[in-house]
């Protein structure tokens, strides 16, 4: 099977994943009481008892798997190492970045991330933030944005395995990301297991990177939420109109719980067991 042939594949599955949970939504039954309906409409959770189902499993994983990982990580490295982690990770997320910015024309934005990429190329080999030093903070971008941007709807709200919290906006802008992401084509193209496998080596690195930076929040959050779905589903969605609203910056968002990249941001994954707040809940 061609290389090619294989990311189509991978676009297939996920817009099938999207398609699936679309009908699911649309099978839902809306609550007749005005006040039942009222509550329903503004969650705009039509698929909550599957999206409850899935935030179990991806919290039972991130208990099971990425919190112990995570803490081992955290006390087996320096903060200089995982800094540099971190540092780098984001360094590799500039073009998917650097696209976004000009797509919703943020032209000062767009700016700033490739000054960042020259300086920290040059001065920091990518490992070391010479340019946040300097005044050329990190800000994330996502098609999930740019889709906001341009006037596109949040969609239905979405709990995936393993990638935690969604939309059907913030799903199609992670599947079109995947295609903008040069890293991702560069593996598909390699028969080094390396360079193949980037695209999961940065994620699941991302994913016990960021875990490792909120675990404590995410328990206190847990042990103090009523209801604990509702409570990631809420963050989530401020979080995320935060950013699209240029608001708030990775590392003011709420936890991550997520193996995908923040967002993906997992959970920088809700980033998530997925990361997963139970996930791409929030990017770090």
């Not at 080999?125 to 994330?140: K, M, P």
């Not at 109109?241 to 920088?268: C, Q, T």
């Amino acid at each position: 099977m061609s290389d090619f042939r294989r990311f189509i594949n991978c676009l297939r599955s996920l817009a099938a994943t999207l398609i699936l949970c679309g009908a699911v939504a649309a099978c839902a039954t809306a609550p007749t009481d005005p006040v039942e309906r009222e509550i329903y409409e503004e969650a705009n959770d039509p698929a909550q008892p599957l999206n409850e189902a899935i935030f179990e499993f991806n919290l039972a994983l991130d208990k099971a798997v990425l919190r112990p990982v995570a803490k081992a990580y955290e006390f087996a490295l320096p903060d200089l190492v995982r800094d540099g982690v971190r540092n780098f990770l984001r360094y590799l997320k500039t073009p998917v970045i650097l696209a976004n910015d000009l797509m919703q024309g943020e032209v000062e934005r767009a700016g700033d991330t490739l000054g960042r990429f020259l300086f920290n190329t040059i001065g920091g080999f990518g490992v070391f933030d010479v340019a946040g030093s300097g005044g050329l903070e990190y800000h994330e971008e996502d098609f999930g944005q740019t889709l906001a941007v341009w006037g596109v709807g949040e969609g239905p709200y979405l709990m995936l395995p393993f990638l935690g919290p969604s939309s059907g906006r913030d799903l199609a802008g992670f599947i079109v990301d995947s295609g903008l992401d040069p890293f991702r084509w560069w593996g598909y193209n390699s028969d080094r297991p390396v360079i193949e496998n980037n695209t999961f080596i940065r994620a699941g690195a991302e994913a016990i990177d960021t875990r490792s930076r909120n675990y404590k929040q995410l328990e206190d959050l847990e042990e103090t939420s009523l209801d604990f779905y509702a409570t990631v589903r809420s963050l989530y969605r401020q979080q995320r109109n935060s950013l699209i609203r240029n608001g708030a910056d990775a590392d003011e968002a709420i936890p991550d719980m997520s193996f995908d990249d923040a967002d993906m941001d997992v959970l920088d994954t809700v980033s998530d067991a997925s990361g997963t707040l139970p996930a791409n809940t929030v990017a770090d």
